[in-house]
């Protein structure tokens, strides 16, 4: 079974520019969710979808947008682009359910510089 | 306000020898935790996670303990080998329908030789 992927690997944009990430989940999985991970903050939870509906959202500005298609593909959108922005995007795709359906499997991040 | 708390950045023990890596938890909703292990450029790698209605979860030489009164979980590595070496995250979830996972900041494993 393949797992999560992700694309670009590797992004550069300058500042007040807009920028696409991609993910692919797991084969079966409905929901994705969206974390930035910046050095010494951990990941934050930035939205989940599922059955392309946003269900949960976390604490970024509006700037940050995402959606997900009818086979469970999901982007993120970052516009007007600030230096802050610069981190590692990760996508996970999970079942969709509590407890161990709610087991969120990692794709290898995007790497975002803001220049 | 963090919910899910690693307190210790970094840990260092020696190959063969027992990791205990900590984790405490502050809401009283999250019913089942999950242990993350992530590589430098790489996504977190799901190791291991454990009910709220468990104290004691194994996977080989991966254990982690859940004391749910003091709202604590430890994952223990026995024998740790080097290639553990890594950053550790834990994470959270409730049972409210559906949920996100809150994760902790990790703590960082370095397993000397």
């Known amino acids: 079974k393949a797992g999560v992927t992700q694309t670009p690997r590797y992004l550069i944009k300058t500042r007040g520019q807009q920028v696409t990430l991609s993910c692919s989940p797991i084969?079966?999985?409905?929901?994705v969710s969206w974390y930035q991970q910046t050095p010494g903050q951990g990941l934050q939870f930035l939205f989940e979808?599922?059955?392309?509906?946003?269900?949960n959202k976390g604490n970024f500005p509006g700037r940050f947008s995402g959606r997900q298609f009818s086979n469970s593909r999901s982007e993120m959108n970052v516009s007007t682009l600030e230096l802050g922005d610069s981190a590692l995007y990760l996508c996970?795709?999970?079942?969709?359910?509590?407890?161990?359906?709610?087991?969120?499997?990692f794709g290898p991040g995007t790497r975002l510089t803001v220049l | 306000d963090q919910q899910v708390k690693q307190n210790s950045p970094s840990l260092s023990v020696q190959e063969g020898r027992i990791s205990i890596l900590n984790c405490d938890y502050t809401?009283?909703?999250?019913?089942?935790f999950l242990w993350y292990k992530k590589y430098p450029a790489e996504g977190p790698t799901f190791l291991i996670s454990?009910?709220?209605?468990?104290d004691k979860n194994e996977d080989g030489r991966f254990t982690v303990f859940l004391n749910k009164s003091a709202k604590h979980l430890s994952l223990h590595i026995v024998p740790s080998q080097p290639g553990d070496s890594a950053v550790y995250f834990c994470?959270?979830?409730?049972?409210?329908?559906?949920?996100?996972?809150?994760f902790g900041k990790g703590t960082m494993l370095l397993v000397s030789p």
């Open positions: 996970a795709s999970s079942l969709g359910g509590t407890g161990k359906g709610n087991e969120q499997f």
């Open positions: 084969s079966g999985h409905r929901s």
């Open positions: 979808y599922f059955s392309e509906t946003q269900r």
């Open positions: 809401n009283s909703m999250f019913d089942y």
């Open positions: 454990i009910s709220s209605i468990k």
């Open positions: 994470a959270a979830s409730g049972n409210s329908g559906y949920s996100t996972l809150t």
